[in-house]
C-alpha cells in the first residue's frame, strides 16, 4: 500500500495534478492494449483485396485458351461434373496433374483457399473442406459478364444465385458470420458480418456494410447459377 502510495504522488507530481494522473495511466492502458485491440479487429475482419484469390479465376481463363494440358477439358465449375461435387474437389481437381486425372491448371497454393480459421493445408492429399473458405459459381466462361460472381466466401449459405428481380436490396439471408482466427475467440467481440467475392475478370471485393449485404451487390447480372459450396 505504500508502495502504491508514493508511486502515484510521483505519478502526480511528474504530470501536473490528478486529471493529468488518469490521462496518463488510460495513455498507457492504450498503448499496453489498444495496439493488440486493434490487430484483434483487423485480424478479424476480411482482407479489404483478395489478389492471390484473384490468380484463382486469372487462370482458369488463361488454361481455358493456351493450356495444352487443358485441351478438351472443361475447366470452368460445372453442375453434374463427374470430376468433383463440391468447390473443394473442383480446386483439388484443378490442382491433381493431368497424368492422374487432374487438369494441371492450379498450382498447389493453399494459402490462397486460407483465412480466419481455415488454414493451411499442407499437402494435396490433406486439402479437405476445412482448409477451403471458398464456394464456386458453376457455368461460368470467358465471355461471362463483368462482375458476375466466380467466388463467394463460404459463409454465403446458398446453392444458386439469387435473381433480385425488382428488388436489388433483398439482404442475404443465409449469412453466417466470417470465420475468424480460433485466436481471437476468447475476445468478447461481436460477430463480423462480410462477403468476400471474387468476379468475373479476378477483381475482388469486400461487402461488409449492413446495406451492401443485399443480392443487388453481390449478384448484379441477376444470374441464377448453381453454387458449389465447400
Known amino acids: 500500500m505504500a508502495d502504491n502510495a508514493r508511486m502515484w504522488k510521483r505519478l502526480r507530481e511528474s504530470t501536473g495534478g490528478p486529471g493529468m494522473v488518469v490521462l496518463g ?27 492471390s484469390a484473384g490468380q484463382i ?10 493450356t495444352p494440358q487443358a485441351g478438351g477439358l472443361q475447366v470452368w465449375a460445372r453442375e453434374g461434373s463427374p470430376h468433383y461435387e463440391t ?12 497424368s492422374a486425372g487432374g487438369a ?25 473442406p476445412e482448409h477451403n473458405i471458398w464456394s464456386v459459381v458453376t457455368g461460368m466462361d ?3 459478364p463483368a462482375g458476375m460472381p466466380f467466388l463467394i466466401s463460404r459463409n454465403l449459405n446458398e446453392d ?25 475467440s476468447n475476445w468478447r467481440q461481436e460477430n463480423v458480418y462480410a462477403v468476400v467475392v471474387i468476379r468475373s475478370g479476378g477483381a475482388s471485393e469486400v461487402l461488409q456494410h449492413p ?15 448453381r453454387i458449389l459450396n465447400p
Open 104 to 128: 494441371g491448371v492450379l498450382d498447389e497454393e493453399f494459402g490462397v483457399f486460407a483465412f480466419g480459421s481455415y488454414r493451411n493445408a499442407r499437402t494435396l492429399e490433406e486439402f479437405g
Open 142 to 144: 470467358e465471355v461471362s
Open 57 to 66: 479465376y486469372k487462370r482458369i481463363f488463361a488454361a481455358a485458351f493456351e
Open 211 to 225: 446495406r451492401q449485404l443485399t443480392w443487388g451487390n453481390l449478384n448484379p447480372t441477376r444470374a441464377t447459377n
Open 25 to 51: 495511466v488510460t495513455l498507457c492502458v492504450l498503448g499496453t492494449l489498444g495496439i493488440a485491440g486493434l490487430k484483434v479487429l483487423k485480424d478479424s475482419l476480411p482482407p479489404r483485396r483478395s489478389p
Open 160 to 184: 444458386r444465385l439469387v435473381d433480385w428481380e425488382e428488388i436489388p436490396d433483398l439482404h442475404l439471408g443465409n449469412l453466417e458470420p466470417f470465420p475468424r482466427r480460433k485466436s481471437l
Open 87 to 98: 468447390s473443394t474437389g473442383y480446386f483439388r481437381w484443378l490442382m491433381t496433374d493431368v
